[in-house]
């Protein structure tokens, strides 16, 4: 079957059901109304559920994410909670004590916000614009390139490999940003290129 | 791995050896709690440390760190001289009865061909003896004396129980009582599964570990059955995905190369790819090599690869080494030989061995690009932390950019488990301050790059300016467009070959098959083995179908699993020479007189026939390989070798320093501690604990306060010979660095008898840096050595040399 079914939805149907009939059948009419004004709404109720995988060893446990705020209708939407999901086949919902804690890895404190630049020498680190940033790297890059490009070697064959630039890619981030980071790095001809495979 | 997490619950014993699954992969080894549950199977570890794994398993034996091959051409032995073989799978499916040239042999620790100065071998003797036909010369009576089965047993005659309990520190009734469960897999009906991790892979062989497990592995019979396998637990949640896509200095996606600048143009290149059958009637699937060359090379550069100018042949860069991994990145860096360097989501400042000189070689940068979720140790190697980064920071001149980027929650794609499945996931959440995503990142730097060479010209721009970049957002290219790009599409209408009248892809379709690729540039795709994830019907990544008929744990409809949806790879090899299951019980496929059927996708052309197409079907031989001709380094078969820094010699031969082969760099050359060196005479070794990933979670206080703060491990015996206390400040240094840690003192970590020496074990857990929530501490890098494995250099972090003392105070920086 397809699991199409939002946990949430499920969730807040299976808990009307529960109220509606245990108190209702044992006629505390009055009861029940007392007991809808002081019960807290289900909190999970009002969020937005979304399918993601677990970041961390390549067990890959499917997880469900809980957000204030929809990503997909544009909105601003803030993780709030995070469980296993029962319906993916390896993991079946369970979850480690590295998963159960994985959003507190997200809004860990030091969580990069803003990108930063530390000059030759300096302490610290001071705030730089995107645009800065990346004008930077990309004069850094050509520059680079061109002063030390090799097109041929001593026997004359084209080799047209870059080597005083590397790039050391990741081992988290998903199969579309490894692919373009291929072309990138690979069309400017860059071969000190590697990935944590081996540690 | 060659199955999935979920089919470890078909199995009768597992064995984890190399890895620790129920610490590292909690989640994925609750199938081995499956398999013991109901199938009855059992657990055996082998491991120096009574680890989590071992706390649970049915049996446990110690080893000492880098002794592996021993304890596994031990086996092989035992289960030869016991004939604990599945004879039937080995004369049909194995190399075994493949004659070996007269000239190849072994002596003194090492294979005919090596030379001394250069470090390697020639490795012209290590291959089959052809026949004038072209086809190799087999014995299939296993009687000649040079065929590959008679070679083995030759091979591991030295490795006695008794051998294994000098080497190894198992003791030998320990080793027999592990052969004795082992052999029983050798029935067809019962079969073994390896789960291995980086226990084997971080050491000067590693490479030949493996080797030893996937041929007894062969021996028995499990490979390509259900619950069996070998089952490589890949460490992170994509890097299964990001080896894939080739991300190495050597690599093209789909496991193809580089080339070298041997290969001059484009037909030297192919010259060697041709990948003829050596057995007859064998499918060789190698030989469409070049279909996925050129349908990569289109995806590449589009209209500019033609067949004119050999697909833009010399757009690709040409390796004058065999690659530029990462540590011979950093060993340039360090003769101020590169200028720029880039971390995606990476800290090689922990992570690569050799901590100072890391530092040393990252000192000569002039710009360092960091794009991270978290602040890094990597981002901040120049900053003063006392003795956990003793840097003269105003002396470092390097420039640092960190750029923030979205991590998994806020990011859409697909991760690639370790057992191969491709699984989509979307975002849910948005990312915090101006953090971006990584394709939005690498986007900017490709156009500013490309932008700078239209405005001013500059050396070689060509395969820059025609790299394809055709999204609709070219400031963003999206998650689904790149998906469908390495799936492949149709250029120009794709013709069945043997019937053209029919039409496989239409020009402009999404291609369904790796089957449809073409060599005459029809085609695109970036990368051949996800073919069929993003088809025409859609997303196959994104799959959510959970049932699996009959409870085989394929999950066939599940996200997708390279290659072709392909749950267990070799499975043909599940069938005997007429097509049937070796067990019924745990049939994959089977062969119906017509075709292949079953649960899973064959491993195997539908209508091949059984006992004439054999199952190993990307091998040439079309059989797998007990003896690995001239494809490995270090030899066609693993042989017994010493870590390069040992509490023993060689027993082989006393003057074979670690592997014979393995790279070794000038500058660091003096940085062993000699053989049995009394200045450091313990062996110690890295893990991971539960608690923690890598160097991420010390960033969640959540984990750091569950295992907060930096300590080595070691025994009660140890322990008393140093003065140590349970719980006391130590100091643990090798030959290139020291780090200070608490003491754990157990009873998991004892003594061992190594060749008549007592040898202590010292476990180091490596989750520990100078940012994030938890204590500032160290890992285990500041110790390592810069030495890699001969094939693939992976660097030994899992055995080497080093000393203890108490340190009775923080010791001032």
């Known amino acids: 079957m397809n699991i199409d079914l939002s946990r949430r939805g499920f969730l807040r149907l299976a808990g009307a059901g529960v109220a509606a009939t245990s108190l209702g059948a044992m006629g505390f009419g009055e009861a029940e109304a007392a007991e809808q004004a002081h019960v807290r709404a289900f909190k999970l109720a009002t969020t937005t559920e979304t399918r993601n995988t677990c970041p961390y060893c390549s067990v890959a446990c499917g997880i469900i994410m809980y957000s204030k705020g929809d990503v997909k209708a544009g909105e601003t939407a803030e993780l709030i909670h995070i469980e296993g999901d029962a319906d993916h086949p390896t993991n079946r919902g369970t979850l480690c004590p590295k998963g159960a804690a994985l959003k507190d890895f997200v809004k860990a404190p030091t969580r990069l916000t803003k990108p930063r630049y530390r000059a030759a020498g300096a302490s610290e680190f001071q705030d730089i614009t995107w645009d800065e940033a990346l004008d930077k790297i990309a004069r850094a ?46 069309s400017m001809g860059i071969v000190g290129f590697d990935n944590q495979a081996r540690v | 791995m060659t199955n999935s997490w979920t089919d470890i619950k078909n199995t009768d014993l597992v064995i984890v050896m190399g890895g620790n699954a129920a610490e590292a992969h909690p989640c994925g080894f609750k199938w081995v709690t499956e398999a013991k549950a109901h199938r009855g199977a059992k657990l055996i570890v082998v491991d120096p440390r009574y680890n989590r794994t071992a706390s649970v398993s049915d049996y446990y034996a110690p080893i000492r760190p880098g002794s592996d091959i021993v304890f596994l051409m031990g086996m092989i032995r035992w289960m030869i001289e016991n004939d604990k ?14 004659l070996v040239k007269d000239e190849f042999g072994w002596s003194d620790g090492l294979f005919t061909g090596y030379d001394e100065e250069k470090r390697d071998y020639d490795k012209s003797s290590w291959d089959y003896k052809m026949g004038e036909d072209g086809f190799v010369q087999t ?64 050491h000067s062989k590693g490479a030949q570990n493996i080797r030893g497990m996937a041929m007894l592995q062969l021996i028995l019979g499990n490979i390509g059955v259900r619950g069996g396998g070998m089952n490589a637990l890949r460490g992170h949640s994509n890097i299964q995905g990001l080896t894939d896509i080739g991300l190495m200095s050597n690599l093209i996606p789909g496991y193809l190369n580089i080339p070298t600048e041997k290969e001059a143009d484009w037909a030297t290149y192919m010259s060697t790819r041709g990948f003829k059958p050596i057995v007859p009637g064998q ?30 042949y010399h757009y690709l860069p040409k390796l ?45 940068l002039k710009m360092l690009v960091v794009m991270d979720p978290l602040t890094t140790e990597t981002s901040h190697f120049w900053q003063n932390h006392g003795i956990h980064n003793d840097v003269d920071t105003a002396a470092i001149q390097t420039e640092v950019l960190e750029l923030p ?45 490309k932008k700078l060479y239209q405005d001013e010209g500059g050396v070689f721009p060509d395969p820059i300016l025609n790299l394809t970049w055709d999204y609709a957002d070219p400031n963003e290219p999206m998650p689904d467009e790149l998906a ?63 049932t699996d008929p009959d409870d085989t744990g394929m999950f066939q409809n599940w996200a997708f699993s390279w290659p072709a949806n392909r749950r267990i790879l070799y499975n043909a090899a599940s069938c005997d020479p007429q097509g049937k299951p070796w067990d019924p019980s745990r049939k994959i496929i089977e062969w119906t007189g017509e075709k292949w059927e079953g649960y899973d996708v064959p491993d195997m052309p539908v209508t091949a026939k059984p006992g004439e197409t054999l199952p190993f079907i990307m091998n040439p031989e079309g059989a797998s390989r007990l003896f690995s001709r001239g494809m490995m380094r270090d030899g066609p078969f693993p042989t017994h070798m010493e870590p390069f820094e040992a509490p023993i010699a060689n027993v082989f031969n006393p003057r074979m320093r670690g592997n014979p082969v393995a790279r070794v760099f000038e500058s660091t050359a003096d940085q062993f501690a000699a053989i049995g060196d009394p200045e450091f005479p313990f062996v110690a070794t890295s893990y991971r604990l539960t608690e923690h990933f890598h160097y991420w979670t010390k960033h969640n206080p959540v984990n750091a306060a569950l295992q907060p703060e930096f300590f080595v491990e070691i025994s009660e015996e140890l322990a008393a010979e140093r003065g140590i206390e349970r719980g006391g400040r130590v100091r643990v240094w090798s030959k290139r660095g020291e780090v200070w840690a608490k003491a754990v003192v157990t009873k998991r970590l004892r003594p061992m008898q190594i060749d008549g020496k007592t040898v202590h074990v010292i476990g180091i857990p490596l989750h520990w840096g100078f940012v994030g929530a938890a204590k500032k501490g160290f890992g285990p890098n500041s110790l390592t050595s810069q030495v890699g494995d001969a094939n693939v250099e992976t660097p030994e972090f899992k055995a080497f040399m080093v000393n203890i003392e108490p340190s009775a105070e923080e010791p001032v920086a």
Not at chain 2, 294 to 309: H, I, L, P, Q, R
Not at chain 2, 327 to 338: A, D, W, Y
Not at chain 2, 507 to 531: E, K, N, P, V
């Open chain 2, 283 to 312: 499918i060789s699937y190698w030989q469409n090599y070049s279909k996925f060359m050129v349908s990569f090379m289109k995806a590449m550069w589009g209209d500019a690869a033609t067949a004119e100018n050999d697909w833009a």
């Open chain 2, 405 to 449: 980027t979205t991590c998994f929650a806020e990011d859409e794609g697909a991760l690639v488990n370790s057992g191969r499945w491709l699984q989509w996931h979307w975002a849910g959440a948005t990312p915090p301050g101006e953090a971006k995503h990584d394709t939005w990142i690498m986007a900017q730097i490709f156009l500013r790059v």
């Open chain 2, 139 to 202: 014995d299939p009576t296993l009687q000649d004396p040079r065929c590959v089965w008679n070679l083995l047993k030759a091979h591991v005659d030295a490795y006695t129980p008794e051998f294994v309990e000098r080497i190894c520190g198992t003791p030998k009734d320990k080793f027999l009582h592990i052969a004795e469960m082992i052999g029983e897999c050798s029935s067809p009906t019962k079969t073994m599964t390896s789960m291995y991790a980086l226990g084997w892979t971080q």
């Open chain 2, 85 to 98: 073989v599945q004879w039937e799978y080995v004369r049909n499916y194995t190399n075994a009865s493949f």
């Open chain 2, 320 to 364: 004058d080494v065999p690659a530029y991994d990462g540590m011979r990145m950093f060993e340039l860096m360090n003769h101020g030989k590169v200028n720029l360097y880039f971390c995606q989501g990476f800290n090689p400042i922990l992570s690569f061995p050799n901590r100072g000189k890391m530092t040393e070689a990252f000192s000569k």
């Open chain 2, 484 to 546: 469908r790009e390495m799936n492949g599409r149709a250029l120009a209408t794709v013709y069945d070959p043997k019937d053209p009248t029919k039409v496989l892809a239409e020009a402009g379709q999404q291609l369904s098959s790796f089957g449809h690729y073409r060599d005459d540039g029809s085609t695109m795709g970036g990368c051949w083995i996800y073919a069929g994830s993003w088809t025409k019907d859609g997303n196959m990544m994104a799959r959510r179908d959970n």
């Open chain 1, 141 to 186: 890059m050509k520059d680079d390139r061109d002063a030390n490009f090799i097109q041929t070697n001593e026997a004359g064959v084209p080799v047209n490999r870059w080597t005083t630039t590397g790039f050391l890619a990741a081992s988290a981030t998903t199969n579309e940003t490894a692919w373009l980071t291929y072309k990138t790095v690979r």
